[in-house]
């Protein structure tokens, strides 16, 4: 059985490398998708952190949006460590953030198995 990841409906425009990454760390956990989608706007390409931040995660879901975070603000948020929670990431998440990462920092032809 496969499972479906909620992905959002694609903008009017051509969405910018750094939604595309985000999108990609939300989407490689179908729950974390459905939890973040209405805080997304894809035709403004703005996303609504301050609503994401109170959504109460567990840690591996913290860590996922703190780093989709840093990917959208080249920057990290400041009192935490995205790389502490790495490690509690499932592998799913593991693998939507490294090819977020590889996205956002342009090197083609990376590809996970």
Excluded: C
Aim: aromatic share 10%; net charge neutral.
């Amino acid at each position: 059985m496969q499972e479906t990841t909620n992905i959002p409906e694609p903008p009017k425009r051509r969405a910018s490398v750094q939604m595309l990454a985000v999108l990609t760390v939300f989407s490689s956990d179908a729950h974390l998708m459905t939890q973040v989608r209405p805080f997304i706007d894809l035709d403004l390409e703005s996303i609504s952190w301050e609503e994401i931040f109170k959504i109460p995660f567990g840690s591996d879901y913290q860590g996922a949006v703190g780093f989709a975070y840093g990917i959208w603000t080249d920057r990290v948020l400041e009192g935490s460590n995205p790389f502490h929670a790495a490690l509690s990431l499932n592998p799913r998440i593991q693998q939507g953030l490294l090819q977020a990462l590889a996205l956002r920092w342009g090197l083609k032809g990376v590809a996970l198995k």
